[in-house]
């Protein structure tokens, strides 16, 4: 019970990773604010299931592009569970669709920054001033930051390098605090994702290429989420740890 009496925030906590890092921070004891945008009936089944397994969650709906949404999941989760707020993960994000540079306009690039950078940006500004000694922040990069992703990846690619960027700025900032923020760099995760933008060859023949010959699964995500967000993990700041299976190393 590793998160007894501590309160997380769960942003995209509603469906394949966001739905196991949630109930993996819940069957540990945390107390979980669950944030979703548009998978209102994921966000109660996992709400729903963490409280059947004898934990504490809520859904709270809300954009994190939106900084208004934004202070409502902090409201709500003070209104629910108390002032101070111990972790924050920062699921929330996309690839939007595959586009080459010369398909994408102006529009599409800031739409997927927005996602991926801005969300990430509103909520650690927001949730900080409510952190004490020990808090842990989360955020999720990708493979695709580090080596630019597959085809058509580009603005996904930057923005998830920008949140490695980010990351590591912040770290260095709120480190004398003792607030820590890390974040993970999945590689191909067994999610609706990838069954949603990429290809059953693409994904077979990535799956053959890595050192263990398939795909990670979403519990594996969120042991790694579990153990960076834990006193465990006390004295990494500012990393961008890698999951893939051995398929690159950085």
Do not use: W
């Amino acid at each position: 019970m590793r998160f007894d009496n501590k309160i997380a925030i769960v942003a995209g906590g509603a469906r394949d990773i966001g739905r196991a890092v949630s109930e993996k921070l819940a069957a540990e004891g945390a107390k979980v604010v669950v944030n979703f945008c548009n998978s209102e009936e994921g966000a109660h089944a996992t709400v729903e299931g963490i409280r059947s397994a004898g934990g504490a969650a809520v859904a709270v709906k809300g954009d994190m592009t939106v900084a208004a949404d934004v202070a409502n999941v902090v409201q709500v989760a003070q209104a629910n569970y108390g002032n101070a707020i111990d972790v924050l993960v920062n699921v929330v994000g996309g690839l939007v669709a595959r586009k080459s540079l010369l398909e994408m306009d102006e529009s599409f690039l800031e739409h997927v920054m927005r996602l991926n950078v801005t969300s990430t940006f509103l909520t650690t500004k927001a949730v900080i001033p409510h952190m004490g000694d020990g808090g842990a922040i989360i955020n999720f990069a990708s493979q695709a930051g580090r080596d630019g992703g597959g085809s058509g990846a580009a603005a996904y690619g930057a923005s998830k390098a920008a949140v490695i960027g980010f990351t590591r700025a912040i770290a260095k900032e709120f480190g004398p605090a003792n607030i820590r923020v890390n974040c993970v760099c999945p590689g191909m995760i067994s999610t609706t994702f990838h069954d949603t933008f990429t290809q059953d060859e693409v994904r077979a023949n990535v799956a053959a290429g890595t050192a263990l010959r398939r795909e990670g699964q979403t519990s594996e995500v969120a042991d790694l989420v579990a153990y960076l967000a834990s006193s465990e993990s006390s004295f990494i700041n500012g990393a961008s740890v890698d999951i893939n299976g051995g398929t690159v190393f950085s």
